[in-house]
């Protein structure tokens, strides 16, 4: 409890007790600096060994707060602390240290005999310069996020085209985020009933494409095949209506903690990759069913999560958008050189997982949506190295603390059979 001396009032009637005031006072303001510094251990800690953008220290809260500009290596930090008069060091022993911040490190002081501990507590800044966000302002009206997400409003249009787009910003990594599938191969659910259903992760986006309640694409969840990725699609050719077997674009998370496009196709029980879509276009020959040598280069892979779509949009930070050989074209309904709707999925270099909904179907007047070239554009700036489109049209919508981002163009949620989820 703070002294009371300020609130006094002194009616000065002579010099004797105007001296007298001004002793009181002195001694009041006295007691209240004492008293301030009694509750002072640490003036300033300077991060030695590592880039910081900031350390805030919380002498009433007990913490110590670091925010480093990217992801490290956080098991030996070096950190030097500065020391109020009469503050000793009891754990570490010095007041220049190095510290393991992966395990709730902590620092123990003691000041004329009372003993505090101080936890040590470590942020990443979600945005790192790494990533180019000239053409985006950072919003923060859909509430508390974990430190490792960060919105983003695109602030520019497109060709004379108003953009209403979105992204969110992950830091993926053990000590952050959780990249997750969510639904079934059957189903149908809303994205805000996949949010209560799923406690209600900070970020859901829409997911890949489906057809009378069945999910079309791949869907790996915890390494557990949901969907297998073996996608047919009917053309004509000849006169009838054949069947096409394209390799279709995948996103998923490897064994190695990083995101990867891919174009794949299962095959005798096993997912394989392909440098190359499979050169399949519609009226023409179909080509081969994929499998372990056709097309050439296939690879066997096992992602944690994973989710198919397409076209794939990015791959080894090169714009690729094969929708003719994924058959993706005008007959799909995806319709990727016209204005729509837009989700997609991304990864950047820097560990960031990036989340891209966009509005379209003039929800917002002047608002068409946007080609996947647009959409792919977009990423690349961003300096996105891997990316797919997802369903887009009246499925198209990201929800961050369960609120919309966009309108959605069928002027309410669709129901979907699967979504993607950062929790």
């Known amino acids: 409890m703070m002294p009371l001396c300020k609130s006094k009032r002194f009616k000065v ?16 303001s006295d007691n209240e600096n004492q008293y301030e510094q009694d509750f002072i251990f640490i003036t300033d800690v300077e991060v030695i060994s590592h880039n910081a953008i900031g350390v805030e220290v919380d002498n009433f809260r007990k913490t110590i707060e670091i925010l480093l500009e990217a992801k490290e ?10 020391l109020a008069d009469k503050v000793e060091m009891i754990q570490p022993l010095t007041t220049n240290a190095v510290y393991d911040l992966n395990n709730n490190p902590k620092v123990v002081l003691d000041k004329n005999g009372r003993k505090v501990e101080f936890k040590i507590i470590t942020h990443f800044n979600s945005t790192s310069s790494d990533i180019s966000l000239e053409d985006w302002e950072k919003k923060n009206s859909f509430g508390d996020l974990p430190d490792y997400i960060s919105i983003y409003a695109y602030k520019k249009d497109i060709s ?12 993926i990594s053990p000590n952050n985020g959780k990249f997750r599938i969510l639904g079934n191969k059957t189903g149908y659910q809303s ?18 494409y489906f057809w009378d309640g069945n999910s079309l694409g791949l869907m790996i969840r915890g390494g557990t095949t949901i969907k ?38 299962e095959s005798n029980g096993k997912l394989y990759t392909y440098p190359s879509p499979s050169p399949n276009i519609a009226g023409e020959k179909p080509q081969e069913i994929p499998s372990d040598i056709f097309p050439t280069g296939a690879k066997h892979w096992t992602p944690k999560e994973a989710i198919g779509a397409g076209p794939l949009l990015i791959k080894n930070g090169e714009y690729k958008n094969l929708w003719e050989n994924e058959l993706f074209d005008a007959s799909s309904g995806v319709g990727p050189t016209i204005n ?8 950047h270099p820097k560990g960031y997982l990036v989340f891209f909904v966009c509005e ?15 959409v792919a554009d977009i990423l690349l700036d961003l300096g996105c190295t891997e990316a797919i489109n997802l369903d887009g049209g009246g499925s198209s919508c990201m929800l961050v603390n ?5 309108k959605p163009s069928d002027g309410k949620q669709r129901i979907i059979t699967n979504a993607v989820a950062i929790f």
Not at 340 to 345: N, T
Request: aromatic letters at 12%; one cysteine or more.
């Open 13 to 28: 009637k002579n010099l004797t007790m105007f001296f007298l005031l001004l002793v009181l006072l002195n001694s009041c």
């Open 73 to 82: 290596d956080l098991s030996s930090v070096e950190l030097l602390l500065k």
């Open 160 to 171: 004379g085209k108003n953009v209403n787009a979105f992204i969110a910003v992950a830091d």
């Open 191 to 208: 994205p805000t009933q996949f949010f209560n259903q799923n406690n209600k992760p900070p970020i859901i986006l829409n997911g890949g």
């Open 228 to 265: 297998s990725a073996q996608p047919v699609t009917w053309r004509s050719y000849n006169g009838s209506n054949t069947a096409y077997y394209p390799t279709q674009g995948i996103f998923g998370l490897d064994s190695d903690g990083k995101f990867y496009a891919h174009w794949a196709y």
């Open 340 to 347: 729509h709707p837009r989700s997609a999925i991304s990864y």
């Open 360 to 374: 379209g179907r003039n929800q917002t007047p002047n608002t068409p949506g946007l080609t996947l070239k647009n």
């Open 402 to 406: 369960g609120k919309e981002t966009i």
